[in-house]
C-alpha cells in the first residue's frame, strides 16, 4: 500500500467532516481513543454555559429551568439508539463498577436458587472485583465467581449459573465475542445475562433489543467521547423493570424523591436505578458529545473501524523491522472490536517512546501495546504516519532508553 492510495481512502470517507467537530493536538495522532475520547468541540462550550449561566446566575434554579433533574434520563435517551435499545431502558447515572453492583444484586435477585456468577479469566478486572465484593458482602452461598477462558463459556453454563457476566470487547486483545449467540445458549439454561459495553457502545453495531439481552453497562468517555470520569450508562430490558429491585436506594431513585417520604418507594422503571445526585457538569459535558452522533451510521462507523484496522495490520506486516511485535488480536475483522493489540517484551517502552514522538498509545500489562481506531476522527493518513514513527522507533531502538521505562501511576 502506498501513500497515495492512504490519501484516497480519506478523500472517500463518509465520515472524514466529523473530524473537524473535535479538538485535536497539532502534532499528535491519537490512538487511544479506546481509553479515552478526543473533545467533542460542541463540549466545550457547553461546559462554559452550564458553568457562567446555569450554575453561575440562574443557581439553583436551573434543576427546573434548565432541566438539570432530567439530564439522566435526557442522556439515556441519546445513548439507547447507539446500542440498539428502544426508549425506556438506558439511563445514565454513576460509573461501571457502581452500576454492575446494580444490576448484578437485581439479577442474583430476579434468579434465586442459583449462586454462580460465570465470567472470563480476562474480563476487565473491575467487572470481577465487584462480583468478589457482593460475594463478601452477601456469602458465597448466595454469589460465587466463576472464571473460565472465552473459549470455554459455551460448555461453562451449567444449572447453578444465575448470571452470566461478559465483556463484549476484550480489553487487551480487542476479541468480539457474539452476544445473540450467547445470549440464547445462557437463556435456554435459565440464566441472566449481564453485556459490559465499554470498548463495544460507539465503535460497532451494539443490538441490545434485538439479542433480547437481560442488562448491560456502558462509560461514557471511551466511543462516546463524555470526558475524563464521565458517568456511565446501564440498559435494563422492559420485561424486568417491574420485577427488579436494585439495593443502592438512594433519593433520586425514589419514585417521589422531593416528597421527602421516610420510607423509600421504588419507581417500577428505569428510574429506580439512580441513586444520589448526579454530576450536572459532568453530565452535561456527556449531553453535548453525544450530538456528535447525529446523522452518524454506525454501519458507516463500523466499517471504516476494520478498514483503517487492516492498514494498521497490512503496513505493520510489511515492515520486516517490526516482526517481533506479535499481533495478539485476530486478523478476522468480524470477531475484533475496534483496537489492535501486539505483543512484545519492551511493549511499555516502545509506547512511552511512541507518545514522546507524537503517537499517543497504550499499554497494558504484561506485554501490550494496544491501538484504538475511533472512526469519527482517525483518518488513514494518521494510521500511515502512526506506523513510518513506529518503525522509527523500532528501527533507531529509541525505545532501549532509560527514560522510556520509567512507569507513572497510570500506564
Given at each position: 500500500?502506498?501513500?497515495?492510495?492512504?490519501?484516497?481512502?480519506?478523500?472517500?470517507d463518509?465520515?472524514?467532516?466529523?473530524?473537524?467537530?473535535?479538538?485535536?493536538?497539532?502534532?499528535?495522532?491519537?490512538?487511544?481513543?479506546?481509553?479515552?475520547?478526543?473533545?467533542?468541540?460542541?463540549?466545550?462550550?457547553?461546559?462554559?454555559?452550564?458553568?457562567?449561566?446555569?450554575?453561575?446566575?440562574?443557581?439553583?434554579?436551573?434543576?427546573?429551568?434548565?432541566?438539570w433533574?432530567d439530564?439522566?434520563?435526557h442522556?439515556?435517551?441519546?445513548?439507547?439508539?447507539?446500542?440498539?435499545a428502544?426508549?425506556?431502558?438506558?439511563?445514565?447515572?454513576?460509573?461501571?463498577?457502581?452500576?454492575?453492583f446494580?444490576?448484578?444484586?437485581?439479577?442474583?435477585?430476579?434468579?434465586?436458587?442459583?449462586?454462580?456468577?460465570?465470567?472470563?479469566?480476562?474480563?476487565?478486572?473491575?467487572?470481577?472485583?465487584?462480583v468478589?465484593?457482593?460475594?463478601?458482602?452477601l456469602?458465597?452461598?448466595?454469589?460465587q465467581?466463576?472464571?473460565?477462558?472465552?473459549?470455554?463459556?459455551?460448555?461453562?453454563?451449567?444449572?447453578?449459573?444465575?448470571?452470566?457476566?461478559l465483556?463484549?470487547?476484550?480489553?487487551?486483545?480487542?476479541?468480539?465475542?457474539?452476544?445473540?449467540?450467547?445470549?440464547?445458549?445462557?437463556?435456554?439454561?435459565?440464566?441472566?445475562?449481564?453485556?459490559d459495553?465499554?470498548?463495544?457502545a460507539?465503535?460497532?453495531?451494539?443490538?441490545?433489543?434485538?439479542?433480547n439481552?437481560?442488562?448491560?453497562?456502558?462509560?461514557?468517555?471511551?466511543?462516546l467521547n463524555?470526558?475524563?470520569?464521565?458517568?456511565?450508562?446501564?440498559?435494563?430490558?422492559?420485561?424486568?423493570?417491574?420485577?427488579?429491585?436494585?439495593?443502592?436506594?438512594?433519593?433520586?431513585?425514589?419514585?417521589?424523591?422531593?416528597?421527602?417520604?421516610?420510607?423509600?418507594?421504588?419507581?417500577?422503571?428505569?428510574?429506580?436505578?439512580?441513586?444520589?445526585?448526579?454530576?450536572?457538569?459532568?453530565?452535561s459535558?456527556?449531553?453535548?458529545?453525544?450530538?456528535?452522533?447525529?446523522?452518524?451510521?454506525?454501519?458507516?462507523?463500523?466499517?471504516?473501524?476494520?478498514?483503517?484496522a487492516?492498514?494498521?495490520i497490512?503496513?505493520?506486516?510489511?515492515?520486516?523491522?517490526?516482526?517481533?511485535?506479535?499481533?495478539c488480536?485476530?486478523?478476522?475483522?468480524?470477531?475484533r472490536?475496534?483496537?489492535?493489540?501486539?505483543?512484545?517484551?519492551?511493549?511499555f517502552?516502545?509506547?512511552q517512546?511512541?507518545?514522546?514522538?507524537?503517537?499517543?498509545?497504550?499499554?497494558?500489562?504484561?506485554n501490550?501495546?494496544?491501538?484504538?481506531?475511533?472512526?469519527?476522527?482517525?483518518?488513514?493518513?494518521d494510521?500511515?504516519?502512526?506506523?513510518?514513527?513506529?518503525?522509527?522507533?523500532?528501527?533507531?531502538?529509541?525505545?532501549?532508553?532509560?527514560?522510556?521505562n520509567?512507569?507513572?501511576?497510570?500506564?
Open positions: 500500500m502506498n501513500f497515495n492510495e492512504i490519501v484516497g481512502l480519506d478523500k472517500a463518509p465520515l472524514a467532516s466529523k473530524r473537524d467537530e473535535f479538538e485535536l493536538p497539532a502534532h499528535t495522532i491519537y490512538l487511544d481513543g479506546n481509553s479515552l475520547g478526543a473533545l467533542p468541540k460542541a463540549v466545550k462550550s457547553r461546559v462554559a454555559e452550564v458553568v457562567t449561566q446555569q450554575w453561575g446566575n440562574d443557581l439553583i434554579k436551573s434543576w427546573n429551568v434548565h432541566n433533574i439530564l439522566p434520563i442522556v439515556g435517551e441519546k445513548i439507547a439508539p447507539i446500542i440498539g428502544a426508549k425506556g431502558q438506558v439511563i445514565c447515572c454513576d460509573s461501571i463498577s457502581i452500576n454492575l446494580k444490576l448484578l444484586s437485581s439479577a442474583l435477585t430476579l434468579n434465586t436458587g442459583r449462586n454462580v456468577v460465570l465470567s472470563t479469566q480476562d474480563n476487565f478486572p473491575t467487572d470481577l472485583y465487584m468478589q465484593g457482593l460475594s463478601d458482602l456469602g458465597t452461598d448466595l454469589c465467581l466463576k472464571l473460565v477462558q472465552e473459549q470455554h463459556i459455551k460448555q461453562s453454563l451449567t444449572d447453578d449459573v444465575a448470571v452470566l457476566l465483556t463484549q470487547v476484550n480489553f487487551r486483545t480487542g476479541q468480539l465475542l457474539d452476544m445473540q449467540t450467547l445470549t440464547k445458549l445462557a437463556h435456554d439454561k435459565g440464566i441472566l445475562v449481564i453485556w459495553l465499554a470498548h463495544s460507539g465503535a460497532l453495531p451494539v443490538e441490545l433489543d434485538k439479542c439481552v437481560d442488562f448491560a453497562v456502558g462509560c461514557g468517555y471511551k466511543y463524555g470526558g475524563p470520569g464521565s458517568p456511565a450508562f446501564l440498559y435494563v430490558a422492559k420485561r424486568h423493570q417491574s420485577a427488579v429491585k436494585q439495593p443502592l436506594s438512594g433519593w433520586m431513585g425514589h419514585a417521589k424523591p422531593f416528597a421527602f417520604d421516610a420510607n423509600y418507594q421504588s419507581p417500577e422503571n428505569i428510574n429506580q436505578y439512580l441513586c444520589g445526585t448526579p454530576s450536572v457538569l459532568a453530565m459535558a456527556l449531553d453535548a458529545a453525544l450530538d456528535v452522533w447525529q446523522n452518524v451510521s454506525i454501519a458507516q462507523v463500523r466499517d471504516k473501524s476494520i478498514a483503517l487492516n492498514v494498521f497490512s503496513l505493520v506486516q510489511s515492515q520486516s523491522c517490526l516482526a517481533d511485535l506479535r499481533l488480536s485476530t486478523e478476522n475483522s468480524s470477531q472490536g475496534s483496537q489492535l493489540a501486539f505483543s512484545h517484551e519492551s511493549a517502552a516502545i509506547c517512546a511512541l507518545i514522546e514522538k507524537g503517537v499517543i498509545a497504550d499499554f497494558r500489562a504484561p501490550i501495546l494496544r491501538f484504538g481506531f475511533t472512526p469519527l476522527y482517525t483518518s488513514f493518513e494510521i500511515w504516519n502512526a506506523v513510518g514513527i513506529l518503525v522509527d522507533v523500532v528501527n533507531t531502538r529509541l525505545y532501549t532508553e532509560p527514560r522510556f520509567l512507569a507513572g501511576k497510570v500506564t
